[in-house]
């Protein structure tokens, strides 16, 4: 079984999005979450990507390009050619 190991920073919200990073995983490409990061297959740390979209894309995963990185979170945009797919 392949592994992850996720390291959330920050409030509640943020471990609230770390699960459902998890589930996504687990349910689309078979992961299973460690908190070892040496046994983990990807190791992902949480980050906010905030980005213009429809209130349709709320508690979604979607594709984004990521132009410029802040402290704490990213600034992003729609991955256009893969949005309009």
Known sequence: MRR???KTLGCRVNEYDSGKMLEV?????GYSATDDPAEADKSECNRWVNFPG???????????????AMQNSYRGRMAVDRAEA
């Open 4 to 6: 992850v190991h996720i």
């Open 25 to 29: 995983l687990a349910a689309t490409e």
């Open 54 to 68: 429809d209130a349709r894309l709320i508690d979604q995963f979607v594709e984004v390009d990521v132009p410029q």
